[in-house]
């Protein structure tokens, strides 16, 4: 690797297979339309807060933003199934006004804020990121789940911990969920979840380099699938993972 990513690191913990299929492999899969959703109101949402943060005639209103979400939600999935595009794409107006709504007069210092940092088990390896938005005291980054979360889900303790410690600052995780009522609720990092956070990249990290020292069929081996896990619902991994372990 010439560089690493939280993703690929959060893949190898809690998705091996898939890690091994689009990182040893060299597979890949696309993307669904949920997480162009996600982009699609993270693009809307950035909008209304850089503007917001500008001159009072720079503002744009929230219907503006959600029209920005729609036409960049509408061109990512031009190609993709009408009605899976359709229904995802009905809840956006909502979210996005729920997310603006949750951060009300939020200074912002910078946009996809470039987090970089070597661990020392890495040698001379970086792994890159970038957060959201950059605030005066805070990192941003915006998330849209189809259920509420109980609790700080471990992908993003790992993720919000690197771009932390990357820049120096604390993060907090908005999240909006689409349901009748859009719900908006905020994870704030504390210091204990930084330091756990990596904590476990590290240790991921020293993971991976000792699974990459095995021979090709022990690395295979080290990553077969479980057939009952979520991943298998899509027919494209399925598909692949069939062939690779012969299932």
Not at 55 to 78: F, G, I, P
């Amino acid at each position: 690797f010439s560089r690493l990513s939280v993703s690929n690191l959060n893949d190898f913990i809690s998705r091996r297979p898939k890690w091994y299929l689009t990182r040893i492999k060299g597979l890949s899969f696309p993307v669904g339309v949920e997480a162009h959703r996600g982009s699609a109101v993270e693009f809307g949402v950035v909008k209304g807060l850089v503007h917001g943060s500008a001159l009072l005639s720079q503002r744009l209103s929230h219907d503006q933003c959600v029209e920005a979400a729609l036409l960049t939600y509408d061109d990512l999935v031009k190609d993709m199934d009408v009605d899976e595009a359709a229904k995802c794409r009905a809840p956006i107006p909502g979210l996005v006004k729920a997310l603006l709504g949750a951060l009300p007069g939020f200074k912002v210092l910078a946009t996809q804020k470039r987090c970089e940092w070597t661990f020392s088990e890495t040698g001379l390896i970086p792994w890159v990121g970038y957060a959201d938005v950059e605030g005066e005291t805070v990192l941003l980054d915006l998330k849209t789940k189809g259920r509420t979360p109980s609790e700080l889900p471990g992908d993003w303790r790992r993720q919000g911990a690197a771009y932390s410690k990357a820049i120096g600052k604390p993060i907090r995780f908005v999240c909006a969920i689409p349901t009748k009522v859009m719900g908006v609720r905020t994870f704030d990092l504390t210091e204990a979840d930084v330091e756990q956070g990596i904590t476990e990249l590290r240790r991921a990290v020293a993971a991976m380099y000792a699974l990459l020292d095995l021979s090709p069929e022990a690395q295979a081996a080290a990553c077969f699938p479980d057939l009952d896990s979520w991943l298998m619902n899509d027919e494209i991994f399925a598909s692949a993972a069939k062939e690779t372990w012969k299932l």
